[in-house]
C-alpha cells in the first residue's frame, strides 16, 4: 500500500516538474537566505569570541605601567608572592602576526580557545622549541615555527606560552600586562604597597570598540531575525500551494481506500525528503552568498572597529545546521498545518460546501484578531519597552502583526475600488483582483516583509552612517593628533608648533565622579573646531559662549540617560556649580564625559597640564611638519595620529558596510519576487477557468494578460505602500528601543526618501518580472482550452 | 445478506439551519442483485450512496456490510472497506491523472493488494482500453475514462459496486456503451450493484428500483 | 582546553587517562631510588630535580577553644616534565600547591598552580622555605611557620618538633610493589602545631598534632596499581602508625606498614602484615568512598576502626582526591589522617 501510494503521490511531481522546481527552489533560497546571513553573523562572532577568549578582553581587569611600558617579570612574581591571583600576558608582532604570550598554568580559563588534540605536545608547549596556536591562515604566516592549527583561534594571532612568546618578541623578562583573576584570596596585600608603579584598568574600560561592533552584530541580527520571518513565509506559502494543488488527488486516494493516516504519514515524509534535499542546496547556497559578502564584511569590522575578522569563511556546524534546521522546521512546520488541515478536510467537499465557506470566513476573521492583538501589542512596547527582549518583542509583533494585517487591507481596498468603478470591465477586473487574493496573500506578505525589512535595515545603515560621519568630523577634526611625554614635551611642542600651524587644541582631562557616574572632564579652547563641528541632541541657544566663558558644562548622552541628567540641570565641580547647556551624542564611549571651558579648568584642576594637543593644519603640510617636529624638538613621528588618513580610511569602510547592505537588500527582494513567481505560476492553470467568461464576453487573449500583470504590478504597489511606513517603524525601533537597550545609546533617525523611491521601483520590478511569465502564459492559452471550460461544465 | 441498511437518518448543517437529508431509510441488497436508486436532485440519494460506501457516517441507523457494522469501523477500517469490499464509480471519474491509464487501472487493487494481472488486463480489454494503456487520462474522452474508472473499481474485485450516476457526465451514445461494459462486467464478477440514477432507462435494466423522495423511500 | 585540563594531562602523576595509575609510567630518563639510601640533611629537605615526582605533604588534626576537631593540609608537589632544572620558563618542573581545612560539616579546598624557574614557586633547602605563591612552609625544621589563604578561608600556623624524623620501609627506602617499585619516604610526625584558621564563620584559635611526610620517586607504583590508601595513626598512648595499601587491578593489595613508638623507634612491616578494610562507603561529589575502615596490625595487637570526621572531605582539585582527619576506637583510641586515591 505504501509504495504504489507514494509512485502516486510522487507521479505528481514527474507529471508537473515545475511546480516541484517551485517548492524546491522556494525552500532552498529561503534556506540561501537565512544560511547566507547567519554564515556572515556566525563568522563574525566566533572571530570576536576567539579574540575575547585569547585575551580575556573586557572580562578581565589588567594591571599595566603607568606609563603603558612592559613591566620586569619580577614584578609579576612580587605580586604572586604578595597574594594577588594575577596572570601574565605578553603582546608583540612577529611577521605581521600578533603574537600572545600566555602562562597556561595560572591563565584565567586557561589559554583560550586551544584546543587540546593529537597535536598538542605538552612538554613542548611549555620548554622545548615552542609550539604556536593559530588558524589556518596565521599559520601559514609563520612557516619556520611549529604551529598547531586550531580554528578557534583569533585571526592574525597566535597564541603561545609566555617564555616562547617573549624569546620571539625580544621581550626576555618582561611582561605586558597582568590580567587579575575575578576570585583573589582572603589575605593579600594591598596592590599599591607591592606595585604602586602599575594601575588597574577595569574589565569595562577600552571595550568601546567591542561595542560598537556589537551595534553592528545586532544590525546583522536583526537582517538575520528579519531574513527568516521572509523565508518562513516563503516556505509557508510554497507548502500550502503543493498542497492546494494536489486537494483533489488527495480526495481521490481517500476514496479508494488509504487510510488518512497513512496518507498524513507519507506526505509529511514525502515533504520532509523534499525539505532535505532543498535545504543541502540551500546551504550550499548560502555558504556561496555568504562567501561572496564575508570579505566586505570583514574589512568593514576591521577597518571600522580594529576587530579582526577572517575574511575566509569557515563550515561552522552551527550555521549550516542552523540552515538545514530552518528548511526543515520550516517545512514541519507549514506541513503540519497544511496537513492538519488536509485531516479535518471532509472526504466529501461537495457535501458541505457552506461549511467550507464558512470555515474560511472564520479563518479571516481569526487572522484579523490575531493582526489587531499584535499590532496592538507592537505599539504598547512601543512606549513602554526597555529591554533587549522587549526590543525584539516589539520587532516580531510588529512584523507579523502587519504582515497578517495585509491580505484584510489589500481586500477592503480593493473592495472599496470595486465599489467605484464605473465600467465591467474595471468592475470585473477588481473584483477578480479580489478572488485572486488569498491565494497570493502569502507571496504578498513576503513581499511586505522583504520590503520593510530593506527599508527598516537601509534606514538603521545610513543613518548610523550619518551619525558616525558627523561623529567623526567632530572627534577628529585635527588633522593631527600629537601625545606628548610629559608637559616639558608639550611646551616645547606648543613653542615649536605656534607659528606654524592654524591651531594648537591642547587635550586635558581630570577622571571625575558625576552624580555617581565615572566620568572624564576635558577643559577645551575656544576654537571654531568645536563650534562648527559637535552635534548636539539637545541644548540651550549658546551652549559654547556661555561654556568657554566658564559658565556651563556640555555633557555626552551617556551621562545624560545614566544620571537622568538634562539641560538646565546643575553639575558640582570642585565646588562649583556648572548648568549644563547641551548634551552631545558620543558614540561608543561606554563612560560618561563632560566639556567645560580651558580657563576654567585650569582653575579648577590646577596640578593638570595638558600633553596631548590637536593640531589644525593644511592636510598636505602634515608629513613636513613632522619631520620638522622632530628634528627640532625631539618628539617622534610615531606620538603622532594622522586624523585625516584615519577619517579617509572610516569613510571608506562604510562604503564597503553599504556594500554588504545593498547585495543583502537585492537577495531579499529577490526571493520575494520569486515567491510571487511561484504564486502567479500556480494560480495560472486554476485561472482559466476564470477568465474564460472575460474571455467569451469579448476580451482578447492578449488583453487578459496585460491585465493580469497590471494587477500584479498594482497589488506589489499597494503592498509597497503599507511596506513603507511598517519599514520605518521597524527602523526606529532598532535605532531607538533595541539600541538604545543594548548600548545605551539612541542613534538619531534620518530620512532616504530616494533610496525608499529606488526600493519601491526595486519591489515593483521584482513584482512585474515575476507576473511577466505567467501573464504570457495566460496571454497564448489555446482557445480550445478556453473552450474545454464550457465544455466541461454540466 | 451483502448490504443492509435500516432507518438511516443524516441531517446536514446549512445557513438556513440544520436539513434533514435522509429520514429514516430501509434498505438490503443480495449478493449478484442489481439496485436503481432514483429521485429528483436533493432527494438524499448520493448522501444514502456515500454513507453505504463509509466515504460519511450516519447520524442513526445500521449499516452493515457483509455482516460488518459499520457504526463499529473507525476511519483506517472504513478505508479499509472501500479498498476491498466496496467500488465506487465516481460522476466526476476521479482519475489520478499524473499516473498513466495502466497504472490507474491496476491503483485500487495494488492499495489493496489484491491486483491480479490477468484479470486488469482482461479489464482493459473488455473496456477497450488495450491501445491506450500508456497514455495519461488528460489525452482521453470522457467515455474512456470512465471506462478507466469503471475498470479500476472492478479490479479488486469488489463484493459490492457503488455507482453515483456515472454516465452523468458523457454522452447519450457513449453514456449507452459505457453502461453496457458495466452491467456485462458486474454481473461477471458476481457483486452486488448500487447505482444512483435520474434516468429511467437505465433503471429499468437493473433487477430493482428504489425511488427516494424528501429523504424517504417513497 | 582550560588551565585544568592541561594540568591533567601534563603532570606524570595524573597522566589523563590513568589518573593516579599514572604513577606507574616509564621511566624516561629519571632517577630511581635505589635501596640502602643515605640521607643528607638539609640538603634532602630540598627538591630532587633528578626525579620525577615528590612532595612535601602536611597533615594536622586540630581543636578549637570548644574542642571542635579540625583538619588541615598543606602540601605542595613537584612534578617534572625532564629530570633536570632549566632556567626562566623553560624549567620541566611544575608545582602544584592543595591546601585544605576540614570542619565537621564543611571542607575548604584551594589549588595553586606554577611553573618552577620564574620564583612563583620552589623550595630551598637551606634556610628551608617551599612556597608556591603566598603560601609558604619555612624554618629550620625545628620550628616551621606555616600559611596559605584561598578566596573562602586562610590560615597561619607555628609547627614545633617535639621527636626526631622517622624513616620508613628499610631505612628510607620504601618498597610499593611486588615488582620492585619504591620511594624515598620519611617522615616528622611529631609537630606540635598552633595558629589561627580564618573561616567565613570568623577566625578559630587551634592547636593540635601535625605530621609532615616527604616522598619522592620516579616510578613509585607499578604497571597494575591505581591507587592507594594511605593512614598516619596517632594512639592517644603515644604511639603512632603509618600504614597504605596500594589496589590493584587484579583485586589484590600490596600492604605496608610503619610502627613508630613515642620516642620516634621505627618497626617496618612488609606486604600482608598490615590489612585495612573498607566497613562503609559514602557517596561524595558523584564517588562511593570508603570513609569508615578496619585497620588491623596482629604484630602489635592493632585492631582499630577508623572513621572519617567528615566523610565529604573531598578534594575538588586537578587531580581529585580524598583527604581528612578521622577518629580512631577499638584496640587503640586516637587520631589521624586518611588519603584516598583512585577513586575517580
Known sequence: MTRVTLRALLSHWWRNPMQLFTLLAGLALATALWSGVQAVNAEARASYDAAAATLGEGQYDRLIRRDGQPMDQATYIALRRAGWLVSPVVQGRYNGVRIVGVDPLTAPGGIGPIELQDGTDIGSFFTGQGQLFANADTAADLPDLTVVVSPNTAPGTAVTDIGVAQRLLGKDNQIDSLLVLPRQPKTQAALDAVVPQLTRQQAQAGSDIGRLTDSFHLNLTAFGLLSFAVGIFIVHGAIGLAFEQRRPVVRTLRALGL???????????????????????????????????????????????????????????????????????????????????????????????????????????????????????????????????????????????????????????????????????????????????????????????????????????????????????????????????????????????????????????????????????????????????????????????????????????????????????????????????????????????????????????????????????????????????????????????????????????????????????????????????????????????????????????????????????????????????????????????????????????????????????????????????????????????????????? | ??????????????????????????????????????????????????????????????????????????????????????????????LIPSLKVADNIAFQARLADQHDAAW??????????????????????????????????????????????????????????????????????????????????????????????????? | MNAKALILCLLPLTATAQGFAGLGTELEGFAVPQPDPVFDFPTDHGPHNDYRIEWWYLTANLQGPDGTPYGLQWTLFRSAMAPEEREDWKSPQLWMGHAAVTTPDHHYVSERLARGGVGQAGVIADPFAAWIDDWTLQGDWETLQMTASAPDFAYEMTLTAEGPLVFHGDDGYSVKSAAGQASYYYSQPFFRIAGTLQLPQGDIPVTGNAWLDREWSSQPLADNQTGWDWFSLSFDDGNKLMGFRLQQTDGNNYTSATWITADGQTTAYPDGALSATPLDTHNTAGRDVPVRWQVQLPAKDVNVTVEAINPDAWMATSIPYWEGPVTVTGSHAGEGYLEMTGYE
Open chain 1, 259 to 794: 487510510p488518512l493516516r497513512r496518507l498524513v504519514l507519507l506526505m509529511g515524509a514525502e515533504l520532509m525528503l523534499f525539505a532535505l534535499v532543498a535545504g543541502i542546496v540551500g546551504v550550499a547556497l548560502g555558504y556561496v552568498i555568504a562567501a561572496l559578502l564575508l570579505p566586505d564584511v570583514a574589512a568593514t569590522l576591521r577597518g571600522l572597529y580594529g576587530a579582526d575578522v577572517s575574511g575566509t569563511l569557515q563550515l561552522r556546524p552551527v550555521w549550516w545546521l542552523s540552515g538545514l534546521a530552518i528548511a526543515l522546521g520550516g517545512t514541519a512546520l507549514a506541513a503540519s498545518g497544511a496537513l492538519y488541515k488536509l485531516s479535518k478536510m471532509p472526504l466529501l467537499a461537495a457535501a458541505q460546501p457552506r461549511a467550507l465557506a464558512m470555515a474560511a470566513g472564520q479563518s479571516a476573521r481569526l487572522q484579523g484578531i490575531g493582526a489587531a492583538l499584535l499590532l496592538t501589542l507592537s505599539v504598547t512596547l512601543m512606549f513602554t519597552a526597555n529591554g533587549l527582549i522587549g526590543g525584539f518583542g516589539l520587532l516580531a509583533s510588529l512584523l507579523i502583526g502587519a504582515a497578517l494585517a495585509l491580505p484584510l487591507i489589500l481586500d477592503r481596498i480593493l473592495a472599496a475600488a470595486s465599489a467605484m468603478a464605473r465600467s465591467v470591465k474595471a468592475q470585473w477586473f477588481w473584483a477578480d483582483t479580489r478572488q485572486q487574493l488569498p491565494g497570493l496573500s502569502l507571496a504578498l506578505m513576503a513581499l511586505l516583509l522583504a520590503m520593510a525589512a530593506n527599508v527598516g535595515v537601509s534606514t538603521m545603515v545610513s543613518s548610523f552612517r550619518l551619525t558616525f560621519v558627523d561623529f567623526l568630523d567632530q572627534r577628529l577634526a585635527s588633522e593631527l593628533y600629537v601625545r606628548t611625554e610629559d608637559a616639558t614635551q608639550g611646551a616645547a611642542l606648543i613653542d615649536f608648533a605656534t607659528p606654524r600651524v592654524d591651531a594648537i587644541l591642547p587635550i586635558q582631562n581630570a577622571d571625575v565622579q558625576i552624580a555617581g557616574q565615572p566620568t572624564e572632564v576635558y577643559g577645551t579652547r575656544d576654537h571654531s573646531t568645536y563650534r562648527d563641528n559637535w552635534v548636539f541632541l539637545q541644548s540651550t541657544p549658546t551652549p559654547w559662549d556661555t561654556t568657554f566663558a566658564g559658565q556651563t558644562i556640555l555633557i555626552n548622552e551617556q551621562l545624560s540617560r545614566r544620571a537622568g541628567l538634562n539641560v538646565g540641570d546643575v553639575i558640582p565641580l570642585q565646588g562649583q556649580d556648572f548648568t549644563i547647556a547641551g548634551v552631545y551624542g558620543d558614540y561608543g564611549n561606554p563612560i560618561g564625559q563632560a566639556v567645560i571651558g580651558e580657563d576654567i579648568f585650569a582653575t579648577l584642576y590646577p596640578g593638570i597640564a595638558p600633553e596631548n594637543f590637536g593640531i589644525r593644519i593644511n592636510p598636505d603640510d602634515v608629513p613636513t611638519f613632522l619631520s620638522e617636529l622632530e628634528a627640532a624638538t625631539g618628539i617622534a613621528a610615531t606620538q603622532s595620529i594622522n586624523q585625516a588618513g584615519i577619517k579617509a580610511i572610516s569613510l571608506s569602510i562604510f562604503e564597503r558596510t553599504f556594500t554588504v547592505t545593498t547585495a543583502l537588500n537585492i537577495l531579499t527582494l529577490a526571493v520575494a519576487g520569486f515567491a510571487i513567481l511561484m504564486s502567479l505560476l500556480t494560480l495560472a492553470s486554476m485561472r482559466i477557468p476564470q477568465l474564460a467568461p472575460a474571455w467569451a464576453m469579448g476580451m482578447t487573449r492578449s488583453q487578459i494578460g496585460k491585465l493580469e500583470l497590471l494587477r500584479a504590478v498594482l497589488l506589489a504597489v499597494l503592498t509597497a505602500m503599507i511596506a513603507l511606513p511598517l519599514g520605518l517603524a521597524l527602523a526606529w525601533a532598532l535605532l531607538a528601543v533595541v539600541n538604545v537597550a543594548a548600548f545605551g545609546w539612541q542613534l538619531p533617525m534620518y530620512l532616504f526618501p530616494a533610496d525608499y523611491a529606488r526600493l519601491g521601483l526595486f519591489a515593483l520590478l521584482a513584482a512585474a518580472l515575476a507576473a511577466l511569465w505567467p501573464a504570457r502564459r495566460l496571454a497564448r492559452t489555446p482557445p480550445a482550452d478556453l473552450l474545454k471550460v464550457f465544455s466541461n461544465e454540466r
Open chain 2, 1 to 94: 445478506m451483502l448490504l443492509h441498511a435500516e432507518n438511516i437518518h443524516k441531517t446536514y448543517t446549512t445557513a438556513d439551519g440544520p436539513f434533514e437529508v435522509l429520514r429514516g431509510v430501509d434498505l438490503t441488497l443480495g449478493g449478484g442483485e442489481t439496485l436503481a436508486l432514483t429521485g429528483e436532485s436533493g432527494s438524499g440519494k448520493s448522501t444514502l450512496l456515500h454513507l453505504i460506501g463509509g466515504l460519511d457516517t450516519p447520524d442513526t441507523g445500521v449499516i452493515r456490510l457483509n455482516g460488518t457494522d459499520m457504526a463499529g469501523l473507525d476511519d483506517s477500517g472504513r478505508a479499509a472497506l472501500r479498498r476491498g469490499t466496496v467500488g465506487v464509480v465516481f460522476q466526476q471519474f476521479n
Open chain 2, 120 to 218: 486488469a488486463e482482461t479489464l482493459a480489454e473488455r473496456m477497450g482500453l488495450t491501445p491506450h494503456l500508456n497514455k495519461y487520462p488528460e489525452q482521453l474522452s470522457g467515455g474512456q475514462q470512465q471506462r478507466v474508472a469503471i475498470a479500476r473499481t472492478l479490479a479488486p474485485k469488489p463484493r459490492l459496486v457503488l455507482a453515483d450516476e456515472p454516465t452523468g457526465n458523457l454522452d447519450e451514445s457513449t453514456a449507452a456503451t459505457v453502461m453496457d461494459l458495466m452491467l456485462e462486467l458486474v454481473s461477471a464478477s458476481g457483486a452486488g450493484l448500487l447505482m444512483v440514477t435520474h434516468s429511467e432507462a437505465l433503471a429499468a435494466r437493473l433487477s430493482r428500483r428504489l425511488h427516494l423522495k424528501a429523504g424517504q423511500i417513497a
